[in-house]
């Protein structure tokens, strides 16, 4: 069991190898481009949209500082988004495919128990993840070097790992759904939904008062893309991370292994 976090690794190679370059490649191309946003008249034109579309786009601000475009441009929305895929996609995978194959049996009866097989999946997915979120960081700093501008690799070391923490989160989700139903379509559906009616929710709540209530059950509500980061906010991510993952390995090791298609 102790080369099975690396077997997992090897196993979805492939997968990380594309989606890291995707993610590189992403963030690269985003920060060649902010000398000619830089340049150009589009922060001005920013001010003519409606707040809630600012939101989503970014302010006038994110245009013109290389801090705040790497902030709103590619950890506002678009890397936390794909990698929310992902890390949806790679937990609600961790057990209800291999339990319609009838996999999940077999480890469990190479093993000491459940609870040690969910670890080692769990750690090989949060590298996966993790890795995927590196890219992102290279990324940037090859589009710095590319522009000729500098930036504190420090703050993006932290905006990274809160942009982590929040995909987590919600891969952590649909890990919670499928180990309550061991449905795959359920887990991932329900948690794309999440996240999805979380970002629009925390997008507009700055121009409909009364989603001020509902924007408080939203992760992105907690999510800092910024230099700052909010201690409090970070205690509601990891938290809400944990009670998933209890929940989930609880719900997992009491309940019967589904082996029906």
Not at 43 to 53: A, D, E, H, M, Y
Not at 79 to 105: A, D, H, M, R
Not at 158 to 172: A, E, Q, Y
Request: charged share 10%; hydrophobic share 50%; with cysteine.
């Amino acid at each position: 069991m102790r080369f099975l976090i690396t077997k997992i690794i090897f196993q979805k190679r492939m997968l990380i190898f594309w989606w890291f370059l995707g993610v590189l490649l992403l963030a690269v191309f985003t920060m060649y481009f902010f000398p000619v946003f830089k340049n150009g008249n589009i922060s001005s034109s920013l001010n003519s949209l409606p707040t809630s579309l600012q939101k989503i786009i970014g302010d006038k601000a994110s245009w013109n500082t290389v801090g705040g475009y790497i902030s709103q441009q590619i950890f506002a929305l678009r890397v936390p988004i794909g990698l929310s895929v992902l890390s949806i996609y790679i937990f609600s995978n961790l057990f209800t495919g291999e339990e319609k194959k009838g996999l999940v049996e077999t480890q469990l009866s190479l093993t000491n128990g459940r609870t040690r097989i969910l670890l080692n999946k769990l750690a090989a997915s949060i590298v996966i993840i993790g890795l995927v979120t590196m890219a992102a960081c290279i990324g940037v700093i090859i589009g710095l070097k590319l522009i000729h501008y500098n930036y504190d690799y420090i703050n993006l070391l932290k905006i990274s790992l809160n942009c982590l923490l929040l995909c987590l989160d919600f891969g952590l989700v649909a890990f919670l759904i499928g180990c309550i139903s061991g449905k795959n379509g359920l887990a991932i559906g329900v948690s794309s939904a999440y996240v999805f009616i979380s970002y629009l929710i925390t997008s507009m709540v700055s121009s409909v008062s009364s989603l001020r209530i509902p924007d408080k059950f939203s992760l992105f509500h907690y999510y800092s893309n910024g230099n700052v980061l909010n201690t409090r906010d970070l205690l509601v991510l990891t938290s809400f991370g944990l009670i998933c993952l209890i929940i989930g390995m609880m719900t997992f090791n009491l309940r019967d292994i589904n082996t029906n298609s």
